[in-house]
């Protein structure tokens, strides 16, 4: 009996100079001035619930509400919308962490979906709550680009941590 799935290979730690990079850069793509559609996703919610469920040692509730506070700055809103929010994303990812790590990635697109829709709807309740109207049903199609992006971030992310095919008989991991 084998501890992991059988087909997965075993990961270098990751690199914190490269999470804080990848964390950054979705920081920067966030501050984009592409306007507000609503098909345009989040990239640092993305990044930041990826990196929470592969490192959740490393990245955390508390980066994920400095995170929101500075794109709550940066955007002008309700100081603690996006920090609730991340935070919101961060804590749920946090205490599912370990189940998904088990299923392929595609399932785990389709499990942090609720994630990703649950922190929208967290930031669109603060904002409806202050006096904003409601955007429409349109506002959802977000999340859903997002979980779509799950498995291509996946591939990008963990590509700097996976070992080269080296068979020895040795060493079979």
């Given at each position: 009996?084998?501890?992991?799935?059988?087909?997965?290979?075993?990961?270098?730690?990751?690199?914190p100079?490269?999470?804080?990079i990848?964390?950054?850069?979705?920081?920067?793509?966030?501050?984009?001035?592409?306007?507000?559609?609503?098909?345009?996703?989040?990239?640092?919610?993305?990044?930041?619930?990826?990196?929470?469920?592969?490192?959740?040692?490393?990245?955390?509730?508390?980066v994920?509400?400095?995170?929101?506070?500075?794109?709550?700055?940066?955007?002008?809103?309700?100081?603690?919308?996006?920090?609730?929010?991340?935070?919101?994303?961060?804590?749920?990812?946090?205490?599912?962490?370990?189940?998904?790590?088990?299923?392929?990635?595609?399932?785990?697109?389709?499990?942090?979906?609720?994630?990703?829709?649950?922190?929208?709807?967290?930031?669109?309740?603060?904002?409806?709550?202050?006096?904003?109207?409601?955007?429409?049903?349109?506002?959802?199609?977000?999340?859903?680009?997002?979980?779509?992006?799950?498995?291509?971030?996946?591939?990008?992310?963990?590509?700097?941590?996976?070992?080269?095919?080296?068979?020895?008989?040795?060493?079979?991991?």
């Amino acid at each position: 009996m084998s501890i992991m799935p059988r087909g997965d290979q075993l990961l270098l730690p990751a690199n914190p100079l490269f999470i804080v990079i990848t964390l950054l850069l979705a920081l920067a793509f966030n501050m984009l001035p592409l306007g507000r559609s609503p098909w345009l996703p989040d990239m640092l919610a993305l990044t930041l619930a990826f990196w929470v469920v592969h490192q959740p040692r490393r990245v955390g509730v508390g980066v994920s509400f400095f995170f929101g506070l500075l794109m709550d700055v940066h955007q002008g809103s309700i100081l603690g919308q996006h920090a609730l929010a991340y935070t919101l994303l961060a804590f749920v990812a946090i205490a599912l962490h370990r189940r998904l790590l088990w299923f392929p990635v595609f399932q785990q697109a389709a499990q942090v979906l609720p994630l990703f829709i649950l922190a929208h709807l967290v930031s669109l309740v603060v904002r409806m709550l202050a006096g904003d109207l409601f955007p429409g049903w349109s506002y959802f199609i977000a999340p859903c680009f997002e979980a779509v992006l799950w498995p291509i971030v996946s591939f990008v992310f963990l590509a700097p941590q996976r070992r080269a095919p080296d068979p020895d008989e040795n060493r079979p991991l």
